[in-house]
C-alpha cells in the first residue's frame, strides 16, 4: 500500500470508529520474516539432592555428622578427598554450617619469641641451624617486649596470640620456661588465647603451661607418617604424637596440623588427615600451611603446592573433623583474595594476621579487615569461642564412642 493510500485510510478510521484494515490486516509486520509458533518451554526437575546412590558413602556419612568420630579408614578419607572438587566444597560448607558460623573467622597473631638456631634438620625451615638461609639466631624475646606485641594484636581484632620458639624440646631450659609461664599468664589477663609451640616437651612442663592458663600447644605432624621421613629425620613421627597426649594429658587445647608442598602426593593429603582424624580426641584446631620456599634449605626451589590441593585438604579436614578449627596459615599471602574466600567457603574459618608468621610474610590486620569488609565476613568474637568450646566439647562427649 502506497503512502497516500494509507493516509486515506487513517482517515477512513477516524471517522468510522474502526478500521477494515485492522479488522483485515494488508500485512502481518514490517519483517518479512514470519514468526514461527513458538514452543512450550520445557519443564525442568533439579536432581536429587546427593544421597548415597550418586555420591559416595563416605561422603554422606560425613555430611550426615551430628558429632565427631575418631574410626575413618584411609579408604574413607580418600574417597571424600577425591570427590569432584565442587561437589566436595559444597559438602563441606554444608557441614560446616551445622558446627560454625560461616561469618565468623577467628583471627590469631603469631610471633617469633625465639628465632633460629634449632638442632632439627626440618627441610623447609629457615630457623634450621643446618641450614645457611641468612637467619640470625636469638635468644627469647623479653617478656615485656613480647606482652607489647599481644597488645597491638588485640587492639588489632586478634583474640588468639601464639608464640613461637626455634628448639627441638625444652629439656634444660627452666629460665626460659618461666619466662614463657610469664607470658602465658601475660597474654590471658588481656582477655586473649594464648598458643605456644616450643617443639617437643614432656608432661610436666605440660601441667606447668596448664597452671599458667595456656589455651593451646601448637605441634604439628606436617605430613603423612609415610611421607614424614623424607622431610625431617631428627625427630620421629611417634616423637610428635608423644608431644600431642602430653599436652593432651595436661587439659590444654591440641593445634595440630601439616605442610602442603613437601614433595607429598596426594594419598600423604589423605594420610595427614588420617592421622589426626583418628586421634583419640580431634584437635581443637588444625593448621593448613602452603610451604613458602626459603632459599638455602632443602626445599628452597619447591614448585608451590596446586591450589586444587590446599582446597580439597581443607574440605576434606572440615568434613573428618566437623567440631575442629580448620585456620588457613603459611602460605595465605601468596593467595588472591578469590582463592582465600573459596578456603572460607570449604571451611577454613581461621587465619593468621599481622606483621609476621615467625620468619615469613603475613597478611596484615587493614588489609583483612577490608577483604572482610567486602565479603561479609568478620572477627570471631570472644564469647563466640567460649561457647564454641563448650559446643565441641558437647560434641566430642557424644561422639566419644566414635559412632558415625
Known amino acids: 500500500m502506497s503512502v497516500p493510500s494509507l493516509l486515506r485510510q487513517s482517515a477512513l478510521t477516524s471517522r468510522t470508529g474502526v478500521s477494515q484494515a485492522l479488522r483485515r490486516p494488508q500485512w502481518q509486520s514490517f519483517s518479512t520474516i514470519q514468526d514461527a509458533p513458538r514452543a512450550a518451554i520445557p519443564t525442568t526437575t533439579p536432581p536429587p539432592p546427593p544421597t548415597p546412590s550418586n555420591t559416595g558413602t563416605a561422603l554422606q556419612d560425613a555430611m550426615n555428622a551430628s558429632r565427631p568420630r575418631n574410626n575413618w579408614t584411609k579408604e574413607e578419607i580418600s574417597e571424600i578427598y577425591n570427590t569432584p572438587l ?40 629457615a630457623q634450621s641451624s643446618r641450614y645457611s638461609t641468612g637467619l640470625k639466631a636469638s635468644k627469647l ?154 632459599k638455602g634449605t632443602p626445599l628452597g626451589d619447591s614448585t608451590p603446592i596446586s591450589f586444587d590441593a590446599t582446597v580439597r585438604t581443607i574440605a576434606t579436614a572440615r568434613l573428618v573433623l566437623p567440631a575442629t578449627i580448620v585456620r588457613l596459615a603459611a602460605g595465605r599471602i601468596n593467595m588472591t583474595e578469590e582463592k582465600q574466600m573459596l578456603c572460607f567457603m570449604a571451611g577454613a574459618n581461621a587465619i593468621f594476621t599481622g606483621e609476621k608468621m615467625l620468619t615469613t610474610p603475613c597478611s596484615g590486620w587493614d588489609e583483612d579487615k577490608e577483604m572482610f569488609g567486602r565479603w561479609g565476613l568478620r572477627p570471631m568474637e570472644g564469647e563466640e569461642l567460649i561457647s564454641f568450646k ?9 561422639g566419644a564412642t566414635g559412632l558415625k
Open 141 to 294: 624475646s623479653p617478656v615485656d617486649e613480647v606482652l607489647a606485641a599481644a597488645k597491638i594484636a588485640k587492639d588489632n581484632g586478634s583474640n588468639r596470640f601464639c608464640m613461637g620458639a626455634a628448639w627441638r624440646d625444652m629439656r634444660g631450659r627452666k629460665t626460659n620456661l618461666k619466662n614463657i609461664v610469664a607470658m602465658v599468664k601475660g597474654v590471658r589477663g588481656m582477655g586473649m588465647e594464648a598458643c605456644v609451640t616450643l617443639g617437643m616437651i614432656d608432661a610436666a612442663q605440660a601441667k606447668e603451661l596448664k597452671d599458667a592458663g595456656l589455651t593451646a600447644y601448637n605441634h604439628n605432624v606436617d605430613t603423612s607418617r609415610e611421607h614424614y621421613p623424607n622431610v625431617i629425620t631428627t625427630r620421629s613421627y611417634d616423637e610428635r604424637l608423644a608431644t600431642i597426649e602430653n599436652v593432651r594429658d595436661a587439659g590444654i587445647h591440641v593445634c595440630t596440623g601439616g605442610i602442603l608442598g613437601l614433595g607429598e602426593k596426594p594419598e600423604d593429603h589423605v594420610g595427614l588427615v588420617h592421622t589426626v582424624g583418628t586421634m583419640r580426641e580431634h584437635p581443637e584446631s588444625f593448621p593448613v600451611n602452603a610451604l613458602v620456599p626459603i
Open 390 to 398: 563448650d559446643e565441641r566439647a558437647r560434641a566430642i562427649s557424644l
Open 86 to 125: 565442587m561437589e566436595l566444597t559444597y559438602a563441606a560448607a554444608t557441614l560446616h554450617r551445622r558446627f560454625h558460623n560461616p561469618a565468623a573467622i577467628q583471627l590469631c597473631t603469631l610471633m617469633s619469641i625465639k628465632t633460629g638456631g634449632c638442632s632439627e634438620d626440618c627441610s623447609y625451615c
